[in-house]
């Protein structure tokens, strides 16, 4: 069946970058788009951004742009999301979840914690 | 954007009771092809969602058949006829008509009595 599977936590220190991988199987990556959610401590789902694996499209949230890029490696069925100059409240979950247009969240991978201290 | 508002924001209801979670949106959630994009999810204490209906209605493979959603338009609603011990956790609502970006309620936190 479809599955994602994420990259581990991470603990980075302010000012840098993370990056976090989102590995899909069981389905044909080149056929959905992957949406980037994450969850502060405690705080509801708040959407990142979308890329679409077969061409060059993305859609970020404005309030991450020029923070986040999303891509992708269909040679190993990977989507990656990196966010930079990280801040204190960037620390979060991380899920990738299936995306294809109006066909939202139907597979979700476990989450990566990334944690932003000094 | 979209903003995406729930009511009540936490629950507490009775096993074996009916229950009912109600999502607005601030303009009309039916797009151009006469579809409406609401879906609904569950998010148990330290997992990830879990889609349970997709376009207002159409629940997804293996979700009960206690949950049902309903409504048009801007008002939706969430039912779980009779809530089981599994039922806890966070529900929210999300619209994918006017994207991006997509947009979420603060989620409903149902709790057992």
């Known amino acids: 069946q479809a599955q994602l599977v994420q990259s581990g936590a991470e603990v980075k220190k302010p000012g840098a970058s993370v990056k976090v991988s989102c590995k899909a199987s069981?389905?044909?990556?080149?056929?959905?788009?992957i949406s980037w959610v994450r969850q502060a401590p405690g705080q509801g789902l708040e959407w990142m951004g979308w890329?679409?694996?077969?061409?060059?499209?993305?859609n970020y949230a404005q309030k991450f742009q020029g923070r986040v890029t999303m891509t992708t490696d269909t040679s190993t069925s990977t989507a990656y999301m990196e966010l930079r100059s990280l801040r204190f409240d960037d620390t979060a979950v991380y899920y990738c979840?299936?995306?294809?247009?109006?066909?939202?969240?139907?597979?979700w991978g476990k989450g990566t914690t990334v944690t932003v201290s000094s | 954007d979209v903003v995406m508002t729930q009511s009540p924001l936490s629950l507490p209801v009775t096993l074996g009771q009916p229950a009912s979670i109600s999502c607005r949106s601030s303009?009309?959630?039916?797009?151009?092809?006469?579809?409406?994009?609401l879906n609904w999810f569950h998010q148990r204490p330290g997992q990830s969602p879990r889609r349970l209906i997709y376009m207002v209605s159409n629940r997804d493979s293996g979700v009960p058949d206690r949950f049902s959603g309903s409504g048009s338009g801007t008002d939706f609603t969430l039912k779980i006829s009779r809530v089981e011990a599994e039922d806890v956790g966070v529900y929210y609502c999300m619209q994918g008509t006017h994207w991006p970006p997509r947009t979420f309620g603060p989620g409903t936190k149902v709790e057992i009595k």
């Open positions: 979840t299936r995306d294809q247009g109006h066909d939202f969240g139907d597979v």
């Open positions: 069981g389905y044909s990556f080149i056929s959905y788009g």
């Open positions: 303009q009309s959630l039916v797009y151009s092809d006469e579809n409406t994009y």
């Open positions: 890329i679409s694996p077969h061409n060059p499209n993305r």
